[in-house]
């Protein structure tokens, strides 16, 4: 059982910058793809980006490309989603979650855990 633990969402002035982190504990954190989710106020889950287990590969929805980027330390068993450039529409709880698959996953589904979520407010 993974569990995972975000941190580092607050509320920031649009085109600022953020570090989110996604801290895991109970498995071996080298053996998931990692990746970061999106829920806007009274929208569905929405894929932002995800990383392979040895970094090698990552993948971004288009709406976040160029100002974001994901990254891990599985030395320290954290992923992380640097986000820059921030706008009002970014606003969302942001999740991080660990699949079990091979390769990148982009649907909420094709993910086994979850952490409980950190919320990035952007004022404009």
């Known amino acids: 059982q993974v569990q995972l633990v975000e941190s580092g969402g607050r509320l920031v002035q649009a085109g600022g910058s953020l570090r989110l982190s996604c801290a895991a504990s109970?498995?071996?954190?080298?053996?998931?793809?990692m990746g970061w989710f999106r829920q806007p106020p009274g929208k569905e889950r929405e894929f932002v980006a995800a990383i392979s287990r040895s970094s090698i590969r990552t993948y971004y929805a288009n709406s976040v490309k160029d100002r974001f980027t994901i990254s891990r330390d599985n030395a320290k068993n954290t992923a992380f989603l640097q986000v820059n450039s921030l706008k009002p529409e970014d606003t969302a709880v942001y999740y991080c979650?660990?699949?079990?698959?091979?390769?990148?996953?982009?649907?909420?589904?094709?993910?086994?855990?979850w952490g409980q979520g950190t919320q990035v407010t952007v004022s404009s």
């Open positions: 979650a660990a699949s079990s698959a091979s390769m990148i996953m982009t649907t909420p589904s094709q993910y086994n855990y």
């Open positions: 109970g498995g071996t954190f080298s053996n998931y793809v």
